[in-house]
């Protein structure tokens, strides 16, 4: 189980760092579709199935999203060498990655071992939210019914998100 | 405790992406990938060994669970994430129409 998800984490990362070094855009998406499908196979190990159902279609499209982007405006990115003002962002992005490096080995000590997760809030939520919501599925079950305003909170932003694509597109831009 | 570190270098690799890429297209590419290392995170710290899938079967009392809070929030945080990565890029499309580039420094000199 643990083998299983750190082989597919290591595709993922591997995906990842194709991506973000590709010379050819179009396969920096698809190497970006790698991450999305990989989460979407960790998601069915870790037995969240509404999660890869969700994920899987999320993904999709925000693929397609960026394939049509990429499409239609310049595929290829330029090589640019390796400036002095490159290598300063370089040397602060790896001097951030060190700091956090040093936080997170901290913090692993008081994380839960893998798998042995304890039940804190939830199981408030948990106890009897069958009968209570009358949903067998207990993630919709918290989903629309425990946090429902949250739920409606969410479709607003989704609303809002899609008025600000169409208010973008729509704009004359000044020549 | 491995696939925790593998999440956490996921999220390293998206976040030296933000900084050090110039293409605009990239520079979304690797927040995206932050996201999924979140989403990962919150699924990891759910999960129970031997838990079932979060789905009541009347007929077995007392079964073992995986969490099902952190999923639900993870469901939220995948639409939204949906809704910033559209957003992003109808954004991109208009700076590329304009300026007739990805490149983030060349931008910043076109506009003086």
């Given amino acids: ?35 999305g499908y990989g989460l979407v196979i960790c998601f069915l190990l870790l037995k969240a199935p509404d999660l890869a159902i969700v994920q899987i279609v999320v993904d999709t499209m925000s693929l397609i999203i960026m394939v049509t982007v990429v499409l239609n405006t310049s595929r290829e990115e330029p090589y640019y060498g390796l400036d002095s003002r490159g290598r300063t962002l370089a040397v602060a992005a790896l001097a951030l990655i060190i700091a956090l490096l040093y936080y997170f080995v901290i913090s692993t000590g ?26 067998a599925n207990l993630v919709t079950g918290v989903v629309f019914d425990f946090r429902g305003y949250d739920t409606l909170g969410e479709a607003t932003v989704l609303v809002t998100a899609v008025l600000g694509v169409i208010a973008i597109l729509r704009l004359k831009g000044k020549k | 405790m491995i696939p925790y570190w593998m999440c956490f270098a996921l999220f390293l690799v998206g976040l030296y992406g933000v900084i050090t890429r110039r293409n605009l297209v990239k520079i979304a590419i690797s927040l995206s990938i932050m996201e999924v290392s979140t989403f990962l995170f919150f699924a990891l710290m759910g999960y129970i060994e031997g838990g079932k899938f979060p789905i009541v079967d009347p007929a077995e009392p ?25 957003l992003l890029m109808a954004v991109i499309i208009r700076i590329y129409r304009k300026y007739k580039t990805f490149d983030i420094r060349e931008i910043r000199n076109l506009r003086g």
């Fill in chain 1, 110 to 135: 008081h994380l839960d071992a893998f798998g042995e997760s304890h039940l804190r809030m939830s199981e408030a939520y948990m106890n009897g939210a069958a009968e209570k919501t009358g949903s």
């Fill in chain 1, 1 to 35: 189980m643990e083998l299983a998800l750190t082989i597919i984490t290591g595709f993922m990362v591997i995906g990842a760092i194709y991506a973000i070094h590709a010379k050819d855009l179009l396969s920096a998406v698809i190497a970006c579709g790698i991450v």
């Fill in chain 2, 62 to 86: 007392g079964q073992l669970y995986v969490d099902p809070l952190p999923q639900a929030l993870v469901l939220t945080a995948i639409v939204i994430g949906l809704a910033t990565t559209s």
